[in-house]
C-alpha cells in the first residue's frame, strides 16, 4: 500500500506542477484551457478532501497546518496515509 501512495503522491504532485507550469507559460490552443479546468476542478475537490479530513481526523490525531496543506496538494493519497496511521495506532491500543 505504501508504494501505492507514493506514486499516487507523486503522480499528483507532477499534475500540480504541469496546472501550475500552463499559469505561467500557457499552454497553445485547448490543452491550456482544459489544463486551467482542470486546475480549477483540481482545486475545488482538494479543498473538499480537506474538510473531509478535518471532520474525520479531528478527534482522531493531532492536526497542524502541514497535515492540511499535505491534504490539498496529495488529495486522496494523503488521506489513504494518514487512514493507515489512525488504523495502527487503534491496533496498537487494542494490544496494549
Sequence with gaps: MKFVITTGKAVTLFA?????????????GNIGIILYILLAVTAFMHCFQVVIFHTIFKSLLPLKRSDYLNVFVFGAFSLLQYRSTVMQNLGSAETR
Design 16 to 28: 500540480w506542477l504541469l496546472m501550475a507550469y500552463n499559469l505561467i507559460m500557457p499552454f497553445e
